[in-house]
């Protein structure tokens, strides 16, 4: 992916926070490309909420070499990353482990990566802060697999490589923003890339849960990639039109978007209310994992089940934040079209 093409794209077309309007009128019709994606169920993947550790190997096992074309699974990741690439599995750990990215998930990925022959050392298990991975308990898996984990905030930020969104919108800094403390012109307007990302991982492999998201409309790839990666985010956060301009182009970033090499989506279970908080009683069971090397076909089909959950349980409706989807298709990051998304589904 060309980043600075992208980012030309969107300042041809005056990228900025798109008004509400008809959902349809949010999908990309400008390109014929086709965004291919694998799901897998097993109706048995859970019991309880839990996942069964061996079936989930089976289900991304199978995904893989399904979406990939490879005839077995270490040839399925050797055609994704060298075994001296730098992988970092991006989760999202703030609703904890049975609501965020579910370790068992990522386990599977790790025993793939670790049985292709990618040293342990080279895998680094990552989200935006460490208490959170500590509680969602991916340091102890950490330790049980012998790779690292780590979170983007505690190992620092690069002032070599940040965001700075044309309007000047400037941040309330916190402590651990690089400018938290620092005064001057310019101060407060750039977020700055983790030096995790930057600096240390080569490759990204995304693993985001099927989690609804108030001002994203799901807590997803992008949503989880962009706002875990850089500081200064509280400026963008609480606010949908920010949101939708500044989260695709954080993503198109070439530290970022461009060293994301598979997407997973974890649809185990799928949380349509709660956000950042584990709620199971919004919740439905799906047993199911999705493949794609597409970030924004795979949000989409993420919104479109969540809002599928909320009409089959007659919960109140919820208005997704589309304009975020279809700017990442402005950027060429994605498809947003769904009748341009080709799913093969396997049972």
């Known amino acids: 992916m060309q980043a600075a093409r992208r ?6 077309v005056g990228l900025a926070c798109l008004p509400v309007r008809a959902a349809d009128s949010f999908f990309n019709h400008s390109t014929n490309a086709i965004a291919p994606v694998v799901t897998v169920e097993n109706s048995n993947a859970t019991s309880d909420f839990q996942p069964d ?34 992988i970092g599995i991006k989760v999202f750990s703030t609703a904890g482990m049975l609501s965020g990215t579910r370790p068992a998930v990522v386990a599977a990925a790790i025993h793939g990566l670790l049985d292709a022959g990618v040293p342990p ?19 102890k898996l950490g330790v049980q697999l012998g790779v690292r984990v780590a979170g983007s905030a505690e190992t620092g930020y690069d002032p070599t490589n940040f965001y700075q969104p044309d309007t000047a919108i400037i941040g309330n800094l916190v402590w651990g ?18 030096m ?15 989690l609804n998201q108030e001002y994203a409309g799901v807590c997803g790839h992008l949503y989880g990639l962009a706002m875990g990666s850089v ?4 400026r963008f956060a609480d606010d949908p039109g920010r949101l939708a301009v500044a989260v695709p182009e ?11 090499v598979l997407n997973i989506t974890d649809a185990l279970i799928g949380q349509y209310e709660g956000g950042s908080h584990g709620l199971l009683h919004y919740s439905a069971v799906l047993n199911q994992l999705w493949f794609s090397r597409d970030p924004v076909a795979l949000d989409t089909l993420a919104i479109k089940e969540l809002d599928r959950e909320r009409r089959a349980l007659d919960a109140p409706e919820f208005k997704p934040n589309l304009g975020l989807y279809a700017n990442a298709a402005l950027l060429q ?15």
Do not use: C
């Open 7 to 12: 980012l030309a794209t969107a300042a041809a």
């Open 53 to 86: 550790p061996t079936r989930v190997q089976v289900m991304l096992n199978r995904g893989l070499t399904n979406f990939t074309g490879q005839a077995t699974v270490t040839a399925a990741w050797r055609s994704l990353v060298s075994t001296q690439d730098v």
């Open 121 to 139: 050392q080279h895998i680094v298990i990552w989200d935006k802060h460490e208490d959170n991975l500590r509680a969602a308990g991916f340091f």
């Open 177 to 194: 923003d690089l400018e938290f403390g620092k005064k001057g012109e310019g101060v407060g307007r750039k977020s700055f890339v983790s």
């Open 196 to 210: 995790l990302v930057s600096r240390q991982i080569t490759k990204i492999i995304s693993i985001a849960p099927l």
């Open 231 to 234: 500081d200064n985010t509280r």
């Open 250 to 260: 954080i993503y198109a970033l070439p530290v970022l978007g461009d060293r994301v």
């Open 333 to 347: 990051l994605g498809v947003n079209d769904p009748a341009k998304i080709q799913v093969e589904k396997l049972r």
